[in-house]
């Protein structure tokens, strides 16, 4: 079991609540006081909640409106008023493609707010920052739903949740909006270095340490901390530590990309080529018209991230490979279900909701693995004979439904997921410390309605919730707390991810309950999260659950 090291801090810290009522008035002066912050763009003021400082809704940025559409992101004008920081921000525009996880569906434009929690806002109290990336696919999500409490308060750590753009306001590559001189493509990454940046420079006032900054992410928050690791604008000293929660993936090649974003101009009735005038067009759209385009045609890459060449480079396995990347320790994972939540989606968006049958199972494998999908950046193109190797290995009469059949299809064969993730730890385990793990909670609980026959397992975002009390996804969600046992396990991942922003070891230090991840056969091992207790599984027990010696030939970095 994970033990903090650093409750002894948090004891230290509850001391002055035992004054006297005679300083009642002197006391609530004092906290109102503690919490307004002065930020280089001027003052902030936050609140208390169960012993923690709230700050919500800070801008960090310029509302990224008319010419600062699909342009880097931009410095927000100083305020002299106080800001009173006491609700998130809006939500970046976006749509509902992913279920209840999604919206509200929104057409916001000046979305770049941040929130702070934190459980000592003396700028002398140096504690470790955990910057939270939310995922969504880079399409959707915000940083509403995700409360820091529960780490700061347990773990004694700042806590900072971002939003960043999405979608076709965010990841866009077109040849006119290419040419004109800035950097392009990954708008909504440099939304987040930009917010990093504004971190190191602000959050010591908050309790924070500039210089001790752990990124992480879920999904595609996930995929944007791998993105920020090997991206040429990060160097030394820009973060000390990362968590890859489910997901890691190649970018979209940038050819690939601007296909995309021509097609884009086009349907938008802004023509093609690479010239101020489509691009002037480009920005003169509406958002409304932006997000009816995304939400008809094909113009975004799959989950956003491009390999530009400046932001990003083309291959972040060949980063890895070279050692051209942001050198620090890693926590790596993913969930032992992870595909379920795609099937969980699939059928929550139809009409009636009805189980997968046998039909569907033939055809969700023979259209996923057919050998006729596009170029990097879009699902590989499969070998021909792939459908029929993949129903051999997960033949239908193996599974009690054909939905569990294609859970651990999903999971394993996803180039997202278990496989692909494992090359890539250990790529990066060749280079730097790495501690890998997989969540193996299979009675999490489900935020999405009662689905027929539905089995949920330990599916993609089921994690979430353990780290970030009553996450439930967006606001068609249904949060569930946690029972006695489960919470036991969130104490202890909490811990572990609090400890690691202390060191940079989720144990705190030594080498137990959590050994780090290494290259040797013998001595290769994950954390399985799971309950009723942490235990290890080696690195040939996950290669043969995942059958991954059939789908390292598929996708091999």
Known sequence: MFKSKFMSLLRGAGIALGLSCTLTIT??????????????????????TNGIAEFLGIPYAAPPLGNLRWRPPQAHQAWTNVLQAKAFGPECAQIQLLGVFAGPANNNEDC????????NVSSKANLPVIFWIHGGGNIDGASNGYDGTKLATQGHVVVVTINYRLGLLGWLANPALDAEGHLFGNYGLLDQQFAIKWVKQNIRAFGGNPNNITVGGQSAGSLDTQANMVSPQVSAGFFQHAIFESGVQEPAPLDFAEQHGTAFALAAGCGAGATPAVAKCLRNLTA???????????????????GDGQVLPPSFADAYKSGNFLQIPVISGMTHDEGAFGLAVTEYSENP????????????????FSGNAGPAGSPPPYPAGTPKKVMQLYPLASYPTPQLALTAIETDGAVFFECPQRQINRLIAAKVPLYAYRFDDQTAPFYFPKMPGFVSLAYHTADIQYLFPLWHGGPQGIPHPLNKAQTQLSDELVAAWTNFAWTGNPNGQGNSPWPRYQLGATNSYWLSENIPQLSLI?????????KCSFWDTVTNY
Do not use: C, E
């Open 288 to 306: 409304a018209q932006i997000m009816n385009l995304q939400n008809t045609g094909n113009y975004a890459t799959q989950n956003g991230v491009i």
């Open 538 to 546: 080696t690195d040939a027990q996950f290669y043969n659950t995942h």
């Open 27 to 48: 006391a609530t002066q004092a906290w109102a006081n503690a919490y307004l912050i002065q930020t280089n763009k001027g003052p902030v003021q936050g609140f208390l």
């Open 353 to 368: 909701r009805v189980p997968f049958s046998a039909t569907d199972y033939d055809n969700i494998v023979m259209s996923t």
């Open 112 to 119: 770049l707010y941040l929130n702070i929690f934190s459980p």
